[in-house]
């Protein structure tokens, strides 16, 4: 992901492609939960799985992520980082969430969190405590954690 610096609560990633252009042609750096949740895409696309980052400044309460992993059901994603051991949904989120879980499809909901860059994932509710969420196992990037507790749940079922 390139070496970052911090700079209240923001990261600038010395990569070219981790920073984005205002109108006026500067670098914008990126926030450290812009930078984690395009890290995410590129190692999910790089296993062949569809993922797409949607930008919500139009669609308030859309779910940050979508994600078609082979063979597993689609996930909605939302992603928080956080320096605690709580990170949550926004209510509008929250009811986004319910919704697809209403649906019946082949689709869920997850939450996952990141703290200090390290993943989290849990099942979707109005909360989640990175103490009960499976957390990313050593060695393991960002995909490959959703992989390995998609297999859990799969083999659990």
Not at 141 to 150: K, P, Q, R, S, V
Request: aromatic share 10%; with cysteine; glycine share 10%.
């Amino acid at each position: 992901m390139g070496e970052m610096c911090n700079r209240s609560r923001h990261v600038v990633a010395h990569v070219g492609d981790d920073r984005r252009r205002t109108s006026k042609g500067h670098a914008n750096p990126l926030s450290e939960e812009s930078i984690l949740k395009t890290e995410l895409v590129k190692q999910c696309k790089a296993r062949g799985w569809y993922a797409r980052r949607i930008e919500d400044g139009y669609g308030v309460g859309i779910l940050d992520i979508t994600i078609v992993p082979t063979g597993y059901p689609t996930l909605f994603v939302e992603g928080k980082v956080t320096d605690g051991l709580k990170f949550a949904p926004s209510e509008r989120q929250y009811v986004e969430g319910i919704r697809v879980i209403e649906a019946k499809g082949i689709a869920f909901p997850v939450l996952i969190g990141w703290r200090s860059q390290v993943m989290y994932i849990a099942d979707w509710g109005r909360e989640a405590f990175i103490t009960k969420a499976f957390k990313q196992p050593s060695g393991a990037n960002y995909a490959g954690t959703i992989e390995e507790w998609l297999r859990g749940k799969h083999n659990s079922s």
